[in-house]
């Protein structure tokens, strides 16, 4: 049973910083791109950051591009999204997910990603 769990999420005022943490079990890490997901209240979920098993290159947002990094660690089956600069607008639930593509165009499609974790939330305030 695939399980992906994240960690981190809280509340730091604007300019702040975070760091989110996944882990995940019952699959095989090191083959399943990572992908960082946000939801705000009432809108849809969004694309935040990937990176690719294949040769762990990062794709970002326009949104977050220069103020986020993602990284993983195979040996832990851990994957992060380093958050700084953080501004109200980045207030949402925050949400990893892994999917088998490497493609960067098919790592910004959430209907490429099969297995998701619960959600982290993320308050950033003014």
């Known amino acids: 049973q695939v399980q992906l769990v994240e960690s981190g999420g809280g509340l730091v005022q604007a300019g702040g910083s975070l760091r989110l943490s996944c882990v995940a079990s019952g699959l095989t890490f090191s083959t399943y791109s990572m992908g960082w997901f946000r939801q705000a209240p009432g809108q849809e979920r969004e694309f935040v950051a990937a990176i690719s098993w294949y040769d762990s290159r990062t794709v970002y947002s326009d949104s977050v591009k220069d103020r986020f990094t993602t990284f993983r660690d195979n040996a832990k089956n851990m994957v992060y999204l380093e958050m700084n600069t953080l501004r109200p607008e980045d207030t949402a639930v925050y949400y990893c997910?892994?999917?088998?593509?490497?493609?960067?165009?098919?790592?910004?499609?959430?209907?490429?990603?099969?297995?998701w974790g619960q959600g982290t939330q993320v308050t950033v305030s003014s």
């Open positions: 997910a892994a999917s088998n593509r490497f493609v960067e165009g098919s790592l910004l499609r959430r209907t490429n990603y099969g297995y």
